[in-house]
């Protein structure tokens, strides 16, 4: 875009010395062609974008003035969440599934850049359902592709990956290129599966991508996680707390807003034709450290912890007990993760904390000139939002 704009100026100049042309008429010549320009390369589809990630994403384009249409069937999605990112006229919705082929084909025309968030983001379910990772996260990516393949003016995806695409991991930090890559749940199975798909396409069909592969992201408006299932259980029993697995796993955490720095910074590098990258905080933290931020903040006392254990001292069938990343790659981009595991752990709890004592998710009002409804197709309910 840089040199786009260098090569305008600089025609100009040259007109300027042969041409009759005034200074203010080139003037406005640049400023149409800059017009131009943005229309051209500033059209965001943020699939998913109702949900936590999403919505905090779709507020940081908004500010930067972006135009964004956001692409989700508010499946786990909250309330709260629409209703903060919905300002201005730079905002669409579109309430349709990723298994919609014809949804996304409509989303897809009117973009230039994908960020894709939509999808089964609850690990665990896996367990007991064993097609919502495929069709909610691997099929919903091949769609997006389809479309995007079909498209001519969308061609780049950012892509919410995961560390869980490591599986248990030997070195640690985990770097990009580590391998064998060998995830041990569904989800993070059919992330990688998507990772490929993403990889393939964007060689085979002049697209390019990135994988983001962030870490356990935490912030204010999380609807699930290990934050919000404390709080959750502690707000019905204050006196005893269940934690899943022997409470030591211990893995990062990242702080919300250092999630969508890393998520803007992906999409404006011309980074090649796919690139993972991984985005975490630089340390880790147990879970039983977390569990005392959230009774500690609640200002509990005597709270008895209760360990279940699991198998082999996992939260459930496919976590992962210990997961720290190795960032230098994007780090060597200009991200760095502002708050540690700690303090993100903390500032996520007082913001969850905060959030639900103002009780502000219980309105919820759409402007029917800005929200398309396309055809819908099975929603699917979080297990830990039931
Ligand atoms: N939160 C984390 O710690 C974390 C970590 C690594 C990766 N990720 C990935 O980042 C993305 C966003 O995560 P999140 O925490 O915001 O999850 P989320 O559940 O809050 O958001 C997902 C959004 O996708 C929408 N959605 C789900 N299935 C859909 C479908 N079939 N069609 C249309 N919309 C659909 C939901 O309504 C929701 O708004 C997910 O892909 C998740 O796997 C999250």
């Not at 211990?250 to 998520?263: P, Q």
């Not at 903040?297 to 001292?313: A, D, I, P, S």
């Not at 639900?356 to 409804?373: M, P």
């Amino acid at each position: 875009m840089q040199s786009g704009i260098s090569f305008i100026i600089i025609t100009i100049f040259k007109w300027y010395n042969v041409s009759s042309v005034s200074i203010e008429e080139h003037i406005i010549i640049i400023f149409i062609y800059l017009g131009q320009i943005r229309e051209k390369v500033k059209k965001f589809l943020v699939t998913g974008g109702a949900g936590f990630i999403g919505s905090s994403l779709v507020d940081a384009l908004l500010k930067k003035n972006e135009n964004v249409t956001v692409f989700d069937n508010l499946s786990s999605s909250n309330q709260y969440m629409i209703s903060n990112s919905m300002k201005g006229p730079n905002y669409s919705l579109i309430k349709a599934d990723m298994l919609d082929e014809i949804s996304l084909l409509e989303a897809i025309k009117e973009c230039n850049i994908v960020f894709h968030l939509a999808g089964n983001s609850d690990i665990s379910l896996g367990t007991s359902d064993t097609k919502i990772d495929y069709q909610q996260n691997l099929l919903a990516t091949y769609n997006l592709l389809e479309a995007m393949r079909n498209s001519t003016s969308c061609k780049r995806i950012i892509f919410a990956s995961t560390s869980t695409v490591y599986g248990e991991a030997k070195k640690m930090p985990t770097p990009e290129d580590y391998s064998p890559l060998m995830p041990i749940s569904l989800y993070g199975g059919c992330k990688l599966a998507s990772e490929i798909l993403i990889s393939t396409y964007c060689h085979m069909f002049n697209m390019s991508g990135v994988a983001v592969r962030l870490a356990n992201v935490v912030g204010p408006n999380a609807t699930h996680g290990v934050i919000y299932d404390f709080i959750h259980k502690l707000s019905s029993d204050t006196e005893s707390l269940e934690i899943l697995g022997d409470g030591t796993q211990t893995k990062s955490y990242l702080y919300i807003d250092d999630c969508i720095n890393a998520l803007m910074l992906a999409a404006t590098q011309s980074i090649g034709t796919f690139q993972p990258f991984n985005v975490g905080s630089n340390d880790t933290i147990n879970t039983i450290d977390i569990a005392n931020i959230v009774i500690n903040q609640l200002e509990l006392e005597n709270v008895k912890v209760r360990l279940t254990y699991g198998v082999e001292g996992r939260g459930w069938l496919g976590d992962v007990k210990q997961m720290l990343l190795d960032c230098s790659k994007i780090n060597e981009l200009g991200w760095r993760a502002k708050r540690n595991s700690r303090e993100a752990i903390t500032f996520a709890v007082h913001g969850i904390l905060s959030r639900l004592q103002r009780n502000t998710v219980n309105t919820f009002e759409i402007d029917n000139n800005r929200i398309s409804i396309y055809g819908s197709s099975p929603v699917h309910k979080s297990k830990q939002q039931e």
